[in-house]
DNA sequence: TATTTTTTGCAAATTAGTTGCAATTTCATC
DNA sequence: GATGAAATTGCAACTAATTTGCAAAAAATA
């Protein structure tokens, strides 16, 4: 798979191919929502989205586990208690920041963590992987609340 | 509260006060033990540390969640599905990395991320936070791992 | 101290996620 | 392409974490 370009079928198959995974209908479908769309969607959101009936819940927490376990998809924690994944684009690792008040949500690029991982590394850390999430009030929402008291 | 020292039960109050909290049972003792242990600890974890009867479950969850909104605790998502509660030592900003095979978990202090504040604000967001969480194999475990497979 | 407000403990409910299992599908080999 | 072993699925039952309603108790306020 080429970077920077649409996953197609066949993109999709390759990669299940490449992470040693077989090629089922659940997965096929999981991913081709995942690389479609921006996400990140919680369980319940991927299950909405498909088809109806053409995949059983349980069959998309199990896909989800072994998509982290193949770092094909990542977790996020974007707010307490719900579980976000989303496809793990190689070339564009990013973040997200989230308004803890309108709860949107913003990528962020350039995190600059990499800093970091190469530090754990000369101590003895292999596979170095970071989660970082960040919460603030966002503009909108800081003058909303001003015009709301003053 | 000064900075650097340990929280005594007259810190505990003030803290309580401070975040106009009011002062009860549960509270004081959650707070004293997540102040005077490392954690993170889970909900249950605290539970099963604090004395037999002393506080239900429930009112764990609720104080955490409290102290949570008012900054006093910070969330961890150090495994998948599991919520870990940190007191938030105002002069003590650092993460974790957690060894992905053996779960040892290490306190990582400077991580650089300030920078990252600050830029967010600059395009207004306030009062940015963020949460960031390390996963690696620590050296001891690949060292186990080759000397099994080789 | 009396009154109002908040918090608690308990039990029941909710929810996300997991598991056992038989049926089905995929994969590897012929 | 057929064949059998291995992996995966859907379903339903289950588990574990967290939440909620409510009456009693405790804390804050007047």
């Known amino acids: 798979m080429k970077h920077g370009h649409k996953y197609s079928e066949e993109d999709i198959l390759e990669l299940l191919k490449e992470k040693k995974l077989s090629i089922t209908g659940p997965r096929k479908l999981i991913l081709k929502l995942l690389t479609a769309e ?74 600059g963590i990499e800093r970091l991982e190469r530090t754990l590394e000369k101590v003895g850390y292999t596979n170095v992987k970071h989660r970082l999430e960040m919460v603030g009030t966002c503009e909108k929402c800081n003058l909303n609340k001003n015009s709301r008291n003053g």
């Open 38 to 111: 921006h996400g990140p969607y919680t369980a319940d959101e991927i299950f909405q989205k498909l088809p109806k009936g053409s995949c059983d819940k349980a069959s998309i927490y199990r896909s989800l586990s072994q998509f982290v376990d193949k770092d094909i998809v990542q977790i996020a924690h974007l707010e307490k208690d719900v579980v976000h994944y989303e496809f793990n684009h190689p070339d564009d690792h990013h973040h997200h920041i989230v308004c803890r008040l309108c709860h949107k949500v913003e990528v962020i690029h350039d995190c």
